[in-house]
């Protein structure tokens, strides 16, 4: 790769740079303002959730903090969820409706800090694309009940090559063994 000069005696050089500069400011600014005309958020497929309730009737199922990751894609600390160090084997369901959305066998470790995965179950997830860092990501959530899960990456290991990077908070982990919580279904 050609680096650019580094006389500064030399206008030319300068203008270029400074021409350079601008029109890099302008791409940004042109993709900014397209993340702002699309929103936080643009939906891509399939149908966000089934149901909706109330941050009032939410409050009475799940904590402030589960509410802040589920409801308003806050997302957690990394190495803060208990889940993240969750070995045994078994189902993580969505902690607001119950949904399972990950089998034990199907979770990594990514070394991020947040549990990980490489492949959710069957019809379990929902996907949009979010500008929340100015640049594209993908989000997932519950199909049932909309809640944000996390965010998935290609860079997960084989079969799948996907990383689902969960929020602990927005997942109950359920070993084999114990009964599935019935899925809320309003
Ligand atoms: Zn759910």
Redesign the pocket.
Known sequence: MKHLPVKTNKSTTLNAGRRTVLRVALAQMAFAGAALAFGKTVVAGESMKKFTKSKVEWLKIITPAQYDVLFEEATERSFSSPLNEEKRKGTFV?A??N?PLFKSDTKYDSGTGWPSFFQHLPDAIGTKTDFKLLYPRTEYH?S????HQGHVFGDGPAPTRKRYCNNGLALSFIPDGQPLPAIRKS
């Open positions: 969505c607001a409706c949904q519950c049932n009940c909309g809640g």
